[in-house]
């Protein structure tokens, strides 16, 4: 079983940074493969970035490569989205979700059933 917590989401203006971290209470979170997505108001919710079990492979939607970076400390079981030159349509609703299915989460980005909460980002500009 993997509870998720995401914590960091807030008001920045255009341009600034924001770190997202997403905290698993789980035993056996470093089995488990981690992406972010997220959902602004009307819109489907979208994938963001994903880290494979190591970290050692990421992977990211086209609109956040090159701002957005993903990583993960299975020590302290969290992983982060370091999120620079943010701009207004990255205002949304972020999401932790984890699966022990590398190619489901990452690749198809067909998520399973481990999700947080969510974390609210808003982008002034």
């Known amino acids: 079983q993997v509870q998720l917590v995401e914590s960091g989401g807030g008001l920045v203006q255009a341009g600034g940074s924001l770190r997202l971290s997403c905290v698993s209470s789980g035993r056996t979170f470093s089995r488990y493969a981690t992406a972010w997505f997220r959902q602004a108001p009307g819109k489907e919710r979208e994938r963001v970035a994903g880290v494979s079990w190591s970290g050692g492979s990421t992977y990211y939607a086209d609109s956040v490569k090159g701002r957005f970076t993903i990583s993960r400390d299975n020590a302290k079981n969290t992983v982060y989205l370091q999120m620079n030159s943010l701009k207004p349509e990255d205002t949304a609703v972020y999401y932790c979700?984890?699966?022990?299915?590398?190619?489901?989460?990452?690749?198809?980005?067909?998520?399973?059933?481990?999700w947080g909460q969510g974390t609210q980002v808003t982008v002034s500009s």
């Open positions: 979700a984890a699966d022990p299915n590398l190619v489901r989460l990452c690749i198809l980005w067909s998520p399973g059933d481990y």
